[in-house]
């Protein structure tokens, strides 16, 4: 009873924030984008928050990601997600948590279509973050999984990142000991990595 009373309570307040001139970027990520490991505020979406107001852009960041997400749960979250906060551009960043599990990817790229359709339909412009695996996958899974995110972007025309951790995938000293997480060091790489494709979405800068 009190989750949809909170809940009732969201989409009262986000799209009346919305209506007063506010875009919103929705996040709908996993741990990369959650912030598994580290502090508040040090994840590359804080950090995207913090470049959007110094830039003197109008966006709300809304940080949407859950640990341990895959695509199947993006998929489901993403309708009221969309209801709630009515957002300019849905940024999907999920699919690795997939491919850990083995799953089917011919089910990570229909989850992936469904979210790229639903969020355009609902007029948000979206963005793809790419994920690649390590080749201890198998070369025909490695090379599938790499290029699934690219055939979801073109046949949506949205915006695309091929590689999140471009740059510095292999320097493990840039990630958390499980090396999987990157480290605090390393979100500002990876939000070099996001912002040249997500600005040209952005409507202009505040006065």
């Known amino acids: ?22 875009p919103v970027i929705v996040v709908v990520g996993d741990s990369i984008s959650a ?6 505020g040090q994840v590359w979406v804080s950090l995207l928050e913090a470049k959007l107001k110094a830039e003197r852009y109008p966006h709300r ?17 993403l309708p009221a997600l969309l209801a709630a906060h009515r957002p300019a551009v849905v940024v ?8 850990l599990r083995g799953q089917p990817l011919a089910a990570t790229r229909g989850n992936l279509l469904a979210m790229a359709t639903v969020a355009q339909s609902a007029g948000a412009k979206v963005l793809i973050l790419g994920m690649r695996l390590p080749p201890n996958y198998g070369p025909a899974y490695v090379r599938e999984f790499d290029a ?4 979801v972007a073109r046949s949506r025309k949205a915006a695309f990142v091929p590689y999140l951790f471009e740059g510095f995938g292999d320097d493990f000293a840039l990630f958390q000991p499980d090396k999987i997480h990157p480290t605090a060091e390393a979100q500002a790489r990876i939000l070099a990595n996001v912002w040249p494709s997500l600005q040209p979405l952005l409507a202009s800068k505040s006065r």
């Open 1 to 22: 009873m009190i989750v949809r009373l909170l809940l009732a309570l969201v989409l009262l307040v986000a799209p009346a924030a919305h209506a007063a001139g506010e």
């Open 35 to 40: 912030g598994y490991g580290l502090a508040p």
């Open 61 to 77: 960041v809304v940080n949407a990601s859950i640990s341990g997400d895959t695509t199947a749960g993006g998929r489901t979250r």
């Open 148 to 151: 699934l995110f690219e055939g």
């Open 92 to 99: 999907i960043e999920l699919g690795g948590n997939d491919a």
